[in-house]
Protein backbone atom coordinates (compact mmCIF):
# COMPACT_ATOMS: atom_id res chain seq x y z
CA UNK A 1 0.00 0.00 0.00
CA UNK A 2 1.57 3.56 -0.61
CA UNK A 3 0.00 7.15 0.34
CA UNK A 4 0.14 9.68 -2.14
CA UNK A 5 -0.80 13.38 -1.03
CA UNK A 6 -1.25 15.87 -4.47
CA UNK A 7 -2.55 19.47 -3.87
CA UNK A 8 -4.89 20.64 -5.95
CA UNK A 9 -4.47 23.02 -8.76
CA UNK A 10 -3.34 26.03 -7.54
CA UNK A 11 -2.34 24.81 -3.83
CA UNK A 12 1.25 24.29 -2.18
CA UNK A 13 3.33 23.61 -5.23
CA UNK A 14 0.77 23.59 -8.43
CA UNK A 15 0.79 25.83 -11.27
CA UNK A 16 -1.59 28.78 -10.61
CA UNK A 17 -2.35 30.28 -13.93
CA UNK A 18 -4.47 33.21 -13.81
CA UNK A 19 -7.98 33.48 -14.40
CA UNK A 20 -7.91 35.52 -16.86
CA UNK A 21 -6.61 34.79 -19.17
CA UNK A 22 -6.47 31.41 -18.27
CA UNK A 23 -9.71 29.74 -18.34
CA UNK A 24 -11.17 29.67 -15.01
CA UNK A 25 -12.32 25.78 -15.84
CA UNK A 26 -8.99 24.81 -15.28
CA UNK A 27 -10.10 25.67 -11.67
CA UNK A 28 -13.13 23.29 -11.47
CA UNK A 29 -14.14 20.37 -9.65
CA UNK A 30 -14.47 18.11 -13.11
CA UNK A 31 -11.03 19.46 -13.77
CA UNK A 32 -9.55 18.16 -10.54
CA UNK A 33 -11.84 14.97 -10.66
CA UNK A 34 -10.19 14.29 -13.78
CA UNK A 35 -6.42 14.97 -12.61
CA UNK A 36 -6.95 12.22 -9.78
CA UNK A 37 -8.27 9.81 -12.15
CA UNK A 38 -5.22 10.49 -14.48
CA UNK A 39 -2.85 10.59 -11.46
CA UNK A 40 -4.08 7.20 -10.62
CA UNK A 41 -3.72 5.82 -14.35
CA UNK A 42 0.08 7.20 -14.17
CA UNK A 43 0.23 5.27 -10.83
CA UNK A 44 -1.16 2.38 -12.04
CA UNK A 45 -3.62 2.45 -9.45
CA UNK A 46 -6.95 0.58 -10.88
CA UNK A 47 -8.84 1.49 -7.66
CA UNK A 48 -8.00 4.11 -5.16
CA UNK A 49 -9.43 5.54 -1.23
CA UNK A 50 -9.77 9.30 -1.41
CA UNK A 51 -9.38 11.26 1.22
CA UNK A 52 -10.07 15.48 1.17
CA UNK A 53 -9.60 18.03 3.56
CA UNK A 54 -12.13 21.22 3.26
CA UNK A 55 -12.40 22.08 -0.63
CA UNK A 56 -10.91 18.68 -1.57
CA UNK A 57 -13.98 17.24 0.00
CA UNK A 58 -15.89 18.37 -2.40
CA UNK A 59 -13.30 16.91 -4.93
CA UNK A 60 -13.74 13.33 -2.91
CA UNK A 61 -17.36 13.01 -3.41
CA UNK A 62 -17.58 14.20 -6.88
CA UNK A 63 -14.68 12.06 -7.76
CA UNK A 64 -16.24 8.99 -6.38
CA UNK A 65 -19.42 10.03 -8.25
CA UNK A 66 -17.75 10.44 -12.02
CA UNK A 67 -15.25 7.84 -11.56
CA UNK A 68 -17.05 5.38 -9.34
CA UNK A 69 -14.72 2.39 -10.91
CA UNK A 70 -11.67 3.92 -9.32
CA UNK A 71 -12.74 5.45 -5.67
CA UNK A 72 -13.76 2.04 -3.67
CA UNK A 73 -14.01 4.49 -0.27
CA UNK A 74 -13.56 8.16 0.68
CA UNK A 75 -13.38 10.53 3.65
CA UNK A 76 -13.39 13.82 4.06
CA UNK A 77 -12.58 16.29 6.92
CA UNK A 78 -14.64 19.48 7.68
CA UNK A 79 -16.51 19.20 4.36
CA UNK A 80 -20.25 17.67 4.94
CA UNK A 81 -21.43 15.90 1.67
CA UNK A 82 -24.04 18.19 -0.70
CA UNK A 83 -25.65 16.63 -3.55
CA UNK A 84 -24.89 17.92 -7.02
CA UNK A 85 -27.28 20.45 -7.92
CA UNK A 86 -28.13 21.41 -11.63
CA UNK A 87 -29.09 24.54 -10.13
CA UNK A 88 -26.24 27.15 -10.06
CA UNK A 89 -26.10 28.99 -6.72
CA UNK A 90 -23.92 31.91 -6.07
CA UNK A 91 -21.99 32.46 -3.32
CA UNK A 92 -24.17 35.15 -2.20
CA UNK A 93 -27.21 33.41 -2.32
CA UNK A 94 -25.27 30.67 -0.23
CA UNK A 95 -24.07 33.67 2.35
CA UNK A 96 -27.02 34.76 2.59
CA UNK A 97 -28.71 31.25 2.74
CA UNK A 98 -27.82 28.42 4.31
CA UNK A 99 -24.39 28.56 4.48
CA UNK A 100 -23.74 31.83 6.30
CA UNK A 101 -20.17 30.89 7.75
CA UNK A 102 -18.88 31.10 3.87
CA UNK A 103 -18.91 35.01 4.08
CA UNK A 104 -15.71 35.12 4.75
CA UNK A 105 -15.56 34.14 0.78
CA UNK A 106 -17.17 37.42 -0.19
CA UNK A 107 -14.10 39.43 0.94
CA UNK A 108 -11.63 37.01 -1.21
CA UNK A 109 -13.94 36.68 -4.19
CA UNK A 110 -13.14 40.79 -5.39
CA UNK A 111 -10.25 42.88 -6.25
CA UNK A 112 -10.27 45.20 -2.68
CA UNK A 113 -8.52 42.95 -0.63
CA UNK A 114 -5.51 42.09 -2.79
CA UNK A 115 -6.05 45.87 -3.40
CA UNK A 116 -5.68 47.12 0.24
CA UNK A 117 -4.15 44.33 1.90
CA UNK A 118 -0.34 44.16 1.10
CA UNK A 119 1.90 44.50 4.32
CA UNK A 120 2.23 41.53 6.16
CA UNK A 121 0.60 42.83 9.37
CA UNK A 122 -2.52 43.69 7.71
CA UNK A 123 -2.42 39.98 5.86
CA UNK A 124 -1.81 38.75 9.73
CA UNK A 125 -4.57 41.26 10.77
CA UNK A 126 -7.08 39.84 7.83
CA UNK A 127 -6.67 36.10 8.96
CA UNK A 128 -6.43 36.65 12.84
CA UNK A 129 -10.12 38.06 12.50
CA UNK A 130 -11.48 35.48 10.05
CA UNK A 131 -10.51 32.84 12.14
CA UNK A 132 -12.04 34.71 14.99
CA UNK A 133 -15.19 35.41 13.69
CA UNK A 134 -15.45 31.85 12.77
CA UNK A 135 -14.56 30.48 16.02
CA UNK A 136 -16.97 32.56 17.74
CA UNK A 137 -20.03 32.12 15.16
CA UNK A 138 -19.10 27.95 15.54
Not at 47 to 70: N, S
Not at 93 to 113: C, E, I, R
Amino acid sequence: MRVVVPDMMGYGRTDAPRSPPADLRLYSIKRAADDISELAKQLEAPQIILGGHDWGGFVVYRTAQWYPELVTHVFSVCTPYAAPSKQFISLTDMVNGPLPQFGYQMQLAGSNLEANVKSYNQVRNFFEGSIRRKIRAG
